[in-house]
């Protein structure tokens, strides 16, 4: 038993000192491209997310905003130009890279017949992290999420499936690069609000984001927020 | 206390998850079963009581019933991911992505092809089987069955993001999955003659271990490709 307190400590103490070492590199764009079925959507587009930053991604329909995302996160190649995560290229150290970063996709990526905290719990696994359902219930009751816990994801109204997706963002040891798309997406406002100031405190610690949204946002005049318009 | 995932606790994960997924959703692996059983039990009513002859066919006629079953749910492997945006967060863990095809192939195996294996002695009994044949028939689809998940799992890849992906996968894997029906009911046939089983087990166990490395390299490039 001391032995595995050990273990945990130590482990815990190795991904502290590796997240600490992430929130100081930087995410780099450089001259890239991106064309999807035979329209380009952007081409040679520079840019640079900084520890402490957020970039909020916005433009109308089809402009290419998910597609940037996906690229920034390793999971579309651009069809020119390369994507730096601190002084070296995603694909080069794609492992490490993946282990630094949160993608939430514009669909929850949550399993149907799985309760919260066991899709929690699983979610956090493939991302490298091993945690106790006590933790995942630790960050759906911070999400004000407790009363769905124990509830399989297809009794859960499309709003609530989103909050429990976003409650990834609440477990401990939180990864420096948090990738969202749409994040926004059927929350109600109060959720709004709550994710919102979550985005603030994660980048007050030095962590980035990149999000994309069709909405005005509270936090659009914060000095730490980047806009892009694709 | 939360702390890092080592790669085999991820890889023994996803192959918890899928077979937790599974069990959730017992249809699926229950119609493969009871397919197998339909498909199994039409053969002695259409050929009628001829007990010499259904000894003959039994063990190509259970095998191309099994082969037809596990083809049932080889489009879910990575569909359902898919469709509910898991598929991503399975392309971002730090688990090089052929390990995680492996891990779903394993899972996906020992909730449809070990099931057909176990229940493959019972349809025997309705060919008339002596019961050493019937464990050549079995030890045939527990080497076949996993076999039939690598291969399938290529197809399932291939097609992922195109309509009608059942039928599409099945003209792709059945040509590809012929060698291990001949070797599989070729095994039983073989003993049944006394001719023994090394050369066939010994030919199944070889194409198992070629598929083990080279099927979840060719999955892990089709799923890329299918995504991009």
Request: glycine share 6%; proline share 4%.
């Amino acid at each position: 038993m001391i032995v595995v307190n050990l273990l945990n400590s130590f482990y815990c103490l190795v991904t502290l000192i590796q997240n600490e070492v992430a929130m100081l590199k930087t995410l780099r764009l450089e001259s890239v491209s991106c064309i999807r079925g035979g329209k380009s959507l952007f081409t040679n587009l520079d840019l640079e997310i900084k520890p402490g930053t957020i970039l909020r991604i916005s433009g109308d329909n089809g402009s290419g905003k998910s597609s940037l995302l996906r690229i920034l996160c390793g999971l579309l190649p651009p069809q020119a130009g390369k994507v730096v995560w601190g002084d070296q290229l995603i694909h080069e150290d794609r492992d490490q890279f993946h282990s630094e970063l949160i993608y939430l996709g514009h669909i929850p990526a949550l399993k149907a017949d799985f309760t919260a905290i066991e899709n929690l719990m699983s979610l956090a696994l493939l991302s490298g992290q091993s945690i106790t359902a006590e933790e995942a219930l630790r960050a759906l009751t911070a999400a004000d999420l407790a009363d769905q816990a124990h509830r399989a994801i297809r009794t859960l109204s499309q709003g609530q499936k989103q909050r429990i997706a976003l409650a990834r963002l609440r477990l401990p040891n939180p990864k420096p690069l948090w990738i969202l798309d749409e994040p926004f997406n059927a929350l109600d406002q109060q959720s709004n609000q709550l994710l919102q100031s979550l985005l603030l405190a994660h980048v007050k610690q030095n962590g980035m984001v990149a999000i994309s949204s069709h909405q005005a946002l509270s936090i659009d005049d914060d000095p730490q927020v980047m806009r892009l318009v694709l | 206390m939360s702390h890092s995932a080592t790669s085999t606790s991820i890889f023994i994960g996803i192959i918890k998850r899928d077979l937790q997924l599974a069990l959730r959703r017992k249809s699926d692996s229950l119609s493969a079963l009871i397919f197998f059983a339909v498909v199994a039990s039409l053969f002695p009513l259409g050929i009628g009581p001829e007990t010499k002859l259904l000894m003959q066919i039994a063990p190509g006629m259970l095998w191309i019933a099994a082969l037809l079953a596990a083809m049932l749910s080889l489009h879910k492997m990575f569909t359902e991911d898919f469709m509910d945006g898991s598929l991503d967060q399975i392309l971002l863990t730090k688990l090089p992505l052929s390990l995680v095809v492996l891990a779903k192939t394993i899972a996906h195996w020992l909730s449809s092809g070990v099931l057909l294996a176990l229940i493959s002695p019972i349809l025997a009994l309705q060919f008339n089987l002596p019961f050493d044949s019937v464990v050549v028939l079995f030890l045939s689809l527990l080497l076949g069955t996993p076999l039939l998940s690598l291969i399938g799992s290529i197809g399932a890849g291939l097609t992922l993001a195109s309509r009608g992906g059942g039928t599409l996968l099945s003209l792709i894997i059945l040509p590809l999955v012929a060698p291990v029906l001949i070797f599989g009911a070729g095994a039983v046939e073989a003993y049944q003659a006394g001719l023994g089983l090394t050369a066939h087990f010994s030919l199944l166990g070889a194409m198992l271990a070629i598929a083990l490395f080279l099927a979840p390299i060719a999955t892990a490039a089709s799923l890329r490709i299918a995504l991009e």
